[in-house]
């Protein structure tokens, strides 16, 4: 049976009229599926990351896949699923193995904060700590909570006290995390069932705050002709919810969502100043807004001011691991890839894992250049391209996901970095051009003819010389600028254009080693 979790936000208050609680703190296995709607930037990624970018835990989309075992009461109950992700989308969720009678489904989510801790403790003893000014010695005395958040009233000593306006209450104490608060979000079920027993159910949900990337890393062989290619797959976590010996897969393709996949909102509470006016009195020791608390309900709370709070868009740690290959299949129009082994997706973590390596790949080596009309004084400078064909005669023949490629090339006796690319999704057949830096040893020089109207269209003739410095020869692409203007056509050139694999003509042209080859064509377009 599946029963669809809602997406309602309201917190349940305890216990329903005496129903009984079930809590279900975690899951005991947990497997993640990681989508993706276009290639991702590894390195922009990390940079927002190290930047703190709030955002980061809302993009990205996943499925979780959750096993769980839950006591069933007979009769009404309250079942509670602790341990979701921080970015679930509530109402995408599935319960599938639970024999019972759904009442009222709620996604619980009152953030712990000091408002919310100051909001729930009221008429509750906590203890604050505070330097008494004649010996300098800090005590510990009971207090009971009179007011919330906005205007924190304490009882101490039978007298009433603003919080902080003393000046001498440094921090407060809560013994215990008041019902109902938490810093993760809750799923909540009120069920009805005919007898008890215990089940394993499947809980499924998707969230934001996790994203994956291909990169990868091409070195050409001594031949000149091949190239080595290895992939990696990163999977980045910034949420606050880490997963722990999960198998994880990976989906490839432009994947369509809508605005509903949004994960839900956490209540905020916050905590106004109690004096006036400003917190004056209060110089140097007024608390954040809000903090994050966690730990285990029995532990001690401490409310310090000036706490460091911890964003959940830090990434903490990289993993790299390689020692297996990712396994390829098939998910209707899209490619996934399955990690060879569970690993941790710990929150706050990006981890690379290899996913391709290829030793022998053909390539082909050239040269491109676009060139403009009346761009006489700057032409465009040539840069490296190497196109390969994706296909099992090649070295290739599998789908590659789209990313970043970096080029390194020995040179006697070391290795070097010599630029990086970046290219869409590649399905098997398809042509993988990557362009690389600017080319050294090669010289564009071009001459605009006067241009002639007529019908509304311009003629222009141009002349385009290469010359190579290079000691071997090359292979250059030139390609008009002007090919997607209205109504284009070549009039005439010295040499013969073809067609490129994106649809546009260009010009192929063999410059032997220290020689030069002059271009001219003249070109029509709307005007």
């Not at 989508?35 to 922009?44: E, H, L």
């Not at 789209?402 to 020995?410: I, N, Q, T, W």
């Not at 002639?452 to 410095?469: E, H, Q």
């Amino acid at each position: 049976m599946a029963v669809a979790l809602a997406s309602a936000w309201a917190a349940l208050p305890g216990p329903v009229r005496a129903q009984v609680e079930v809590v279900s703190p975690g899951a005991e296995r947990t497997a993640v599926v990681i989508y993706r709607d276009r290639p991702v930037d590894t390195s922009r990624l990390l940079e927002r990351s190290s930047e703190g970018d709030p955002n980061l835990a809302r993009e990205g989309l996943a499925l979780i896949v959750e096993t769980r075992t839950i006591d069933l009461p007979a009769g009404e109950a309250v079942i509670r699923l602790r341990g979701v992700a921080t970015g679930i989308v509530p109402q995408t969720a599935t319960l599938d193995g639970l024999p019972a009678q759904v009442i009222e489904r709620n996604t619980d989510f009152d953030l712990l904060s000091p408002g919310s801790l100051l909001q729930r403790s009221v008429g509750e003893v906590v203890r604050v700590v505070r330097t008494n000014p004649a010996t300098g010695e800090q005590e510990e005395k009971a207090a009971i909570v009179r007011s919330g958040p906005n205007g924190t009233v304490l009882e101490i000593d039978g007298r009433l006290e603003t919080l902080s306006c003393s000046g001498l209450t440094e921090r407060i104490l809560f013994d215990r995390v008041p019902e109902g608060l938490s810093d993760q979000p809750v799923l909540s079920i009120r069920t009805r069932a005919e007898t008890s027993g215990r089940y394993t159910v499947t809980l499924a949900y998707l969230a934001t705050g996790l994203q994956w990337s291909a990169d990868y890393v091409a070195r050409l062989n001594p031949d000149g002709e091949s190239l080595s290619l290895r992939g990696w797959i990163t999977l980045a976590n910034f949420g606050g919810t880490g997963f722990d010996d999960a198998p994880v897969q990976v989906v490839a393709g432009t994947l369509n969502r809508d605005e509903d996949t949004v994960p839900v909102e956490p209540a905020v509470v916050a905590r106004a100043p109690g004096c006036w006016p400003l917190d004056t009195t209060t110089q140097g020791i007024g608390e954040p807004n809000d903090i994050l608390v966690t730990g285990s309900r029995s532990r001690v709370v401490e409310y310090l001011a000036n706490a460091p709070v911890l964003s959940n868009s830090d990434v903490e740690e990289v993993v790299v691991t390689g020692s297996r290959i990712v396994r390829l299949g098939e998910l209707g129009d899209y490619k996934i890839y399955t990690l060879p082994e569970p690993t941790d997706v710990n929150a706050r973590q990006t981890k690379q894992v290899q996913f391709l390596e290829q030793a022998e790949v053909r390539f082909t080596r050239t040269y491109a250049v676009d060139v403009f009309e009346d761009n006489d004084d700057e032409p465009e400078q040539p840069v490296l391209m190497l196109r390969l064909r994706n296909e099992a005669a090649t070295g290739l023949g599998l789908p590659l996901p789209g990313g970043g490629v970096s080029l390194f090339e020995a040179q006697t006796s070391q290795t070097l970095f010599t630029g990086q690319a970046k290219f869409e999704d590649k399905g098997v057949g398809l042509p993988v051009e990557l362009y690389f830096g600017e080319a050294m040893d090669l010289t564009v020089e071009q001459e605009t003819g006067e241009a002639v109207r007529s019908g509304g269209l311009k003629r222009v003739p141009v002349a385009v010389t290469i010359r190579n410095d290079k000691p071997q020869q090359i292979e250059i692409e030139v390609r008009p600028g002007e090919a997607a203007y209205r109504g284009f056509r070549i009039v005439r050139s010295s040499a013969r254009h073809l067609i490129t694999e994106g649809g546009f003509p260009a010009w192929r042209l063999r410059i032997p080693a220290g020689g030069r080859t002059t271009l001219t064509y003249t070109i029509e377009y709307e005007d």
